[in-house]
């Protein structure tokens, strides 16, 4: 099966700008994750969605990071406008519940951005 | 809030030697454990998990880890580590009600052949 599709891949974005991140789940995944990486650090959880539900976005910074998964499907992570400590990768993740058991998680490959 | 601490920021093993990678985690209620691995370039890999049952697990390529739940504690551990090995290994607990994982900080480590 495919993996969860995330682009860019890279961006780079001048402080005060804004930008947009997209991810494409596993097929059938209710559960999509949007994780946070700062280098030398681990991932830290933005926002979670079940379907197009929110289910915790307590650490996700809402004066200027939002995020949307409309159609229950692929979503978007915006943020606007960027901040010199933005700059990290952005994981995307889903799980298919039913089976959390067995696989778990399954992470893209990330967006890394550079806020200059 | 949970927690997760790794000791090991940066760790430096010739070949064949042995691996311990100590992570520790702060939770009050059940929780699941994991290890993650994250190859240069590429994206976060699962290497083990521990839901219950027997708390010696066995994740893929040869790696395993140990619950210890008075220590609060899922040690990795390899006997023999290889150059390919080379890696960022991240400790993480879930929550079983969110399903959301919470990382430490990842170790770095660098098998030198």
């Known amino acids: 099966e495919a993996g969860v599709a995330q682009s860019p891949r890279y961006k780079i974005i001048e402080k005060r700008q804004s930008v947009a991140f997209w991810c494409n789940p596993i097929s059938g995944h209710a559960t999509l994750y949007w994780y946070q990486q700062i280098l030398g650090q681990g991932p830290k959880l933005l926002i979670q969605?079940?379907?197009?539900?929110?289910?915790?976005d307590s650490q996700l910074p809402k004066d200027r990071f939002s995020a949307e998964r409309l159609k229950g499907v692929d979503s978007t992570l915006k943020i606007q406008p960027a901040k010199l400590e933005d700059s990290a990768v952005y994981l995307c993740?889903?799980?298919?519940?039913?089976?959390?058991?067995?696989?778990?998680?399954?992470f893209g490959s990330g967006t890394r951005l550079t806020v200059v | 809030a949970q927690s997760v601490s790794q000791h090991n920021h940066h760790v430096i093993l010739s070949e064949a030697a042995s691996l311990e990678l100590g992570c520790n985690y702060s939770y009050g209620g059940t929780v699941n454990l994991f290890w993650y691995v994250q190859y240069p370039g590429q994206h976060l890999q699962l290497l083990l998990k521990y839901f219950s049952g027997d708390p010696l697990v066995k994740g893929i390529k040869g790696f395993e880890a140990e619950f210890i739940k008075s220590k609060f504690s899922f040690n990795l551990r390899k006997p023999s580590v290889q150059w390919s090995d080379t890696a960022e290994y991240f400790c993480?607990?879930?929550?079983?009600?969110?399903?959301?994982?919470?990382f430490g900080s990842g170790t770095r480590l660098q098998v030198q052949p």
């Open positions: 993480a607990v879930m929550d079983t009600g969110r399903r959301a994982l919470t």
């Open positions: 969605f079940q379907n197009n539900g929110v289910v915790d």
């Open positions: 993740a889903s799980s298919l519940d039913r089976e959390w058991n067995n696989y778990g998680y399954t």
